[in-house]
């Protein structure tokens, strides 16, 4: 007599879920998520399956190993899965600890705001929150209200975020269109400061944001900029806010960019992406005590700006292992030598290839720009990209670098001839190796004039063309 079958197993168990499950997660993604995404990867040959990931490297199903130069758009500052952060989460959980009851003080968020200020002595406090966009919420309202003011200057081409505040001073229309009416602003040219000073003199400005190195392009603010800017914002009494979102936590090569130039001490700093280690939503605003004090002025406003899941504990205490990290592997001096070895590494290469234009940033925060060739061999290979549009030549030299010789690399910006390289800090000379030589071939390819780049350059202006 046949056994019945077996009853289906109670519970939850994420191994199995993944074994049964995961071979569906590209239609997954289409059914029930953003379905342009699986399409664009598709489209470019992105469509991977990566098993695992350690350090600055993924691994597919076939044992491959994939040089990350991206680090989950700057979140893995340490790499991924650095043993140290994981066991502070293996025990902050093992802890047992009575976390967000919103009716106490804990230790770890005081514990990490003080290890956080200790980068930057000039400011006093800190809020948490989850993510950069919410830190730089947060700072556009702090800094509303400590001045009375309702106008925030930005830079154009900034990105600090694409929520109804952060995305007011977003310099790109692309993601600002269709979503307004959007909080009064204004945009400036990055480093034109009669402008800036044209816009105080209305006296209804609260303050100015400005990432010290653009994302968009990777583009740092003028020699002197800041320093300038901060003088002009604190005389009419506005205030400084510097978004390290990116390139904060030691991307640069110093613990905050705006460290870079002598005597800037921003009135507010946001930080997030890399301190947690990648693995926890965190967002932080940094700023003065006068700031803070003036928005939670009284017990009635104790509440005023809040965070559901802001200071948790497993977010807290990533962010203190991580940076202690950060201190004990001299990550910061690491990302400063390596990148100042990439960079001249790759500069080198600027004479030898007539569509590589240039290449700039500081640190770990790398972009390589393209541009138009002088020769007729290559000239009409290029007009026809950017007749289609422009920044697919950058995409035609993104994915071979994945295909052929598996580095995971990004396009800087929409309709931008640039590639960042935002890898993670921990980085040295064996990826350096690797990537140059691998950047190397992919150029050596795309200035024979044709060739298999070429031919994906066609795939693209087609595709660019139906949308």
């Known amino acids: 007599m046949a056994e019945p079958d077996a009853a289906p197993a109670k519970g939850f168990d994420l191994g199995r879920l993944l074994a049964e499950r995961g071979a569906e997660r590209y239609e997954l993604h289409t059914r029930h998520l953003n379905h342009q995404l699986p399409r664009m990867l598709h489209t470019i040959g992105f469509d991977k399956v990566y098993e695992r990931a350690e350090g600055a490297y993924f691994w597919d199903a076939d044992g491959d190993d994939y040089l990350d130069m991206l680090a989950g758009f700057g979140v893995m500052g340490l790499g991924r899965h650095h043993p140290v952060v994981r066991k502070a989460l293996h025990d902050v959980l093992d802890a047992g600890l009575a976390d967000l009851t919103r009716f106490d003080c804990p230790p770890l968020p005081g514990l990490l705001a003080e290890r956080l200020l ?59 269109d269709g979503f307004a009416p959007l909080l009064p602003d204004t945009a400036i040219e990055m480093g034109d400061l009669a402008v800036l000073e044209r816009e105080l003199r209305r006296g209804d400005v609260a303050a100015f944001v400005v990432e010290p190195i653009q994302g968009k392009g990777v583009h740092e603010t003028p020699p002197g900029f800041l320093r300038a800017a901060q003088e002009l914002l604190h005389r009419h009494k506005a205030l400084l806010i510097a978004d390290e979102v990116q390139t904060g936590v030691g991307r640069t090569g110093d613990f905050f960019a705006y460290q870079h130039e002598q005597g800037v001490e921003p009135d507010l700093v946001c930080v997030a992406k890399a301190l947690s280690g990648g693995y926890v939503p965190v967002g932080a605003t940094l700023g003065k005590e006068w700031i803070f004090k003036k928005v939670f ?16 504990a497993q977010a807290m205490a990533a962010g203190l292992a991580t940076l202690a990290v950060m201190d ?4 910061v001096q690491n990302a400063r030598v390596t990148g100042d070895l990439l960079r001249s590494r790759l500069a080198a290469l600027v004479d030898r290839y007539e569509l590589l234009h240039g290449v700039r940033g500081r640190g770990l925060m790398i972009g390589i720009e393209f541009g138009r060739p002088k020769s007729l061999k290559l000239r009409g290979g290029w007009a026809m990209l950017q007749a289609a549009r422009k920044g697919l030549f950058a995409q035609m030299v993104v994915v071979p670098l994945l295909q052929r010789h598996r580095i995971l690399t990004q396009v800087s910006g929409d309709h931008l001839e640039v590639i960042k390289l935002i890898p993670p800090l921990i980085i040295g000379e064996r990826e350096v190796d690797r990537f140059v030589a691998a ?19 066609r795939t693209l202006v087609k595709q660019a063309m139906v949308g």
Do not use: Q
């Open 118 to 176: 200790s980068y930057a002595p000039h400011l006093d406090r800190v809020f948490f929150g989850n993510s950069g966009t919410e830190a730089v919420e947060t700072a556009l309202k702090f800094a509303r209200y400590a001045t009375g003011r309702p106008r925030v200057l930005y830079c154009t081409h900034a990105f600090h975020g694409l929520t109804t505040g952060s995305l007011s001073v977003n310099g790109e229309s692309g993601f600002r």
């Open 297 to 312: 002025s009284s017990m009635d406003r104790v509440l005023v700006h809040s965070a559901s899941f802001g200071a948790n």
């Open 328 to 331: 004990d592997e001299k990550i």
């Open 439 to 457: 950047f190397t071939d992919v150029m050596d390819d795309a200035h024979k004039g044709s060739g298999l780049m070429w031919d994906f350059g």
